[in-house]
DNA sequence: GCCGTTTTCGGCCCGACTGTTTTCAGTCG
């Protein structure tokens, strides 16, 4: 496990044990924070920490918490969570993960009820002395016994491609209803998380249709799939989906079958006055929530989903009481409030995005003009490659390259160099017959397990875009990895590093290599940096594509195509591109074609 | 435990919902 994982985790442990503890509920909080700085932090928090004034200048990492990292990245533990470890029952941090069991109940359980971990909890309910205890009714045990089968089942987040179709398809059913204003999904979706927990959709209804409301929840609760209704109130409606398993393209990739997922779909309904402010609540994140919500009272203002009001220090909240809001339409109207530009969803995460002047300028779906890496049915792909130029061309774009896989890869067809040979004339060919788009003549490369690459400088040479992107040894140590990937990047023939660590999510690990010596590689060798946009990927991770903008990389945001629905998938691709603040100018893709060529005929030449 | 362009001490986000209670504690997002 990497370190920034590692010392997340146990900072986040050391919460969770003083919660049960019943320590003060700030300290908890506190060491949450720096938790998830520590995770979503881009680099290696080894390297911060042989400098406590930068340690210390990290949000929410004060003098304690600074020496409990060092201690950490010193020696591998940190004192102070062992002595909280020794004071509770290993097995009782498990119980925070059912629904609806807090730090509160927990702890009574344990106390008052001698429970140490889920078997025990469980002996007290079949033998019903759990309703001995305070606040534990029948109704009560019951929601725990129905989520303690929940939560033993498969908690593994949801696909981001997944969750958008299936997103798609709620909101379709609700679209179009007499009355509806808006429809967007809102959470960890929006912000184009990798992977989202549940799915939170928003619907805003004009004023009038008030009564709307109770159709929109019946639609949403009667689509298809729907497993279980958790609510059905008319402003919040609460539904369990259960969705095949379908890994796209890795279907059959390891031939077990893996569990089906149950997936949670939230709906909230509000009025379209207050649109801006509910969907700037429903998206998060979280902390990014609090830190506006900080800066609303600093400016004698609260805020909530219902908007942002005057705060007159009556506990009665104000939309209860008809005071009119400074700003709720929109999301544009309560930043400009707060003194802020509006920030795009995938920058919400209190990463310091509230400290940039603005107006935002990332990536956009619509600046994306060239696709740089995509296989024909030369190797494994199924388009031949006037379907792909006809396709890339259909999608506004102004170059194509074919990027067939090389010869190591045989299980994806992968091309001999005589086949290679044959297949850059055909590429070239096509070049000539098609108007409106350049296709290059490419290959996606095997890095091999030492480093070189699959093909030999002679043959590479005579490509028009090169990327070299690893396939096997995916389990190989972070020293071998970190050589081998550097070699790639520092090579003089190779344009596009593609999907740097091999990761499959929810599936596979892939490498992990020393991404900051990787990273400052790329930029002194004018290398670009891949985001593959395919949903099973979404590699670079979105930390790391912020660790390389800060470093000055370039990024290509290439879909990988295999298929014409693949070039679906570019969105993904730059949700994850604004999440780690990637412009328009360090973004390949959006390129003016003469700028793009000419920086592809510059490398190695 | 962190933090400060009114504070180096005394604060620390907001509201809905649920189930337990007779006025509220706990959980969730």
Redesign the pocket.
């Given at each position: 496990m990497p370190l920034n994982e590692s010392l997340a985790n146990g900072l986040e442990s050391m919460a969770r044990l003083m919660?049960l503890l019943g320590e003060?509920?700030?300290?908890?909080?506190?060491?949450a924070?720096?938790a998830r700085v520590i995770a979503d932090l881009p680099g290696d928090v080894a390297a911060l920490a042989s400098d406590r004034p930068s340690l210390?200048a990290?949000?929410?990492?004060?003098?304690?918490?600074?020496?409990?990292i060092i201690e950490f990245v010193t020696t591998g533990r940190i004192a102070?969570h062992e002595a909280l470890l020794s004071q509770v029952p290993p097995g009782l941090l498990a119980l925070?993960e059912?629904?609806?069991?807090?730090?509160?109940?927990?702890?009574?359980l344990w106390q008052q009820g001698g429970v140490t971990n889920l078997t025990s909890l469980e002996r007290i309910i079949a033998d019903g002395s759990i309703l001995a205890l305070?606040?534990?009714?029948?109704?009560?045990?019951?929601?725990i016994k129905a989520?303690l089968t929940f939560a033993k089942s498969a908690p593994t987040r949801l696909w981001l491609g997944r969750a958008w179709t299936l997103a798609e398809t709620f909101l379709a059913r609700v679209r179009d209803l007499p009355g509806v204003a808006q429809a967007q999904a809102a959470?960890s979706l929006r912000r184009g998380r990798d992977t989202v927990?549940?799915i939170?959709l928003l619907v805003a209804l004009r004023p009038g249709y008030e009564s709307s409301a109770h159709a929109v929840g019946e639609a949403f609760r009667g689509a298809p799939d729907v497993a279980e209704v958790l609510?059905a109130?008319d402003?919040?409606s609460s539904v369990r989906v259960a969705l095949n398993h379908d890994a796209g393209r890795w279907k059959h990739a390891d031939g077990a079958k893996a569990p089906d997922h149950t997936v949670?779909v939230?709906l909230r309904v509000v009025p379209v006055a207050a649109w801006g402010a509910a969907l700037l609540?429903?998206t998060?994140s979280?902390a990014h929530?609090?830190r506006l919500?900080?800066r609303?009272?600093?400016k004698?203002?609260?805020?909530?989903?219902?908007g942002l009001?005057p705060?007159d220090g009556d506990?009665?909240?104000?939309?209860?009481r008809g005071i009119t809001p400074v700003a709720a339409d929109t999301e544009a109207h309560v930043y400009a409030a707060l003194g802020l530009p509006w920030i795009p969803p995938e920058a919400r995460e209190d990463h310091g995005e509230t400290d940039m002047p603005g107006p935002w300028a990332l990536v956009d779906l619509a600046d994306i003009k060239a696709e740089l890496h995509a296989h024909t049915t030369a190797s494994d792909g199924l388009l031949t490659i006037r379907e792909l130029a006809e396709e890339a061309k259909r999608r506004g774009f102004h170059t194509i390259a074919v990027t067939d896989h090389s010869q190591s890869s045989s299980i994806a067809n992968g091309l001999k160099p005589d086949r290679l040979r044959r297949h850059l004339d055909a590429v070239r060919k096509a070049n000539d017959e098609i108007d409106g788009i350049t296709i290059l003549a490419g290959s996606e490369v095997d890095i091999l397990a030492d480093g070189s690459l699959d093909y030999d400088d002679e043959l590479l040479a005579r490509l028009d875009i090169v990327v070299a992107s690893p396939h096997a040894a995916l389990s190989q140590d972070s020293t071998a990895c970190t050589e081998r990937l550097l070699r790639a990047v520092r090579h003089p023939l190779v344009h596009i590093l593609g999907h740097p660590t091999g990761r499959l999510i929810n599936r596979r690990k892939g490498l992990e290599p020393d991404m900051a010596a990787l990273i400052a590689a790329a930029k002194e060798h004018d290398t670009a940096l891949e985001i593959n946009a395919h949903w099973m990927r979404l590699d670079l991770r979105d930390t790391h594509v912020r660790q390389a903008m800060n470093a000055g990389c370039l990024i290509a945001v290439n879909t990988d195509a295999h298929a014409r629905e693949d070039f679906d998938n570019l969105r993904f691709g730059v949700m994850t591109a604004r999440r780690g603040w990637v412009t328009p100018d360090r973004c390949l893709n959006t390129w003016p074609a003469t700028k793009l060529h000419a920086w592809l005929k510059r490398k190695g030449r």
């Open positions: 919660d003060d509920s700030f300290k908890s909080a506190a060491h924070r720096a210390l990290l949000p929410g990492i004060g003098p304690k918490m600074a020496d409990k102070e925070l059912v629904p609806g069991l807090g730090p509160k109940t927990v702890r009574t305070p606040r534990m009714g029948a109704k009560a045990v019951e929601k989520n959470g927990g549940d939170d609510a109130g402003t919040k949670q939230d609540y429903f998060g979280k929530n609090i919500r900080e609303a009272l600093s004698g203002l609260t805020l909530s989903e219902w009001f705060h506990a009665t909240p104000p939309h209860t």
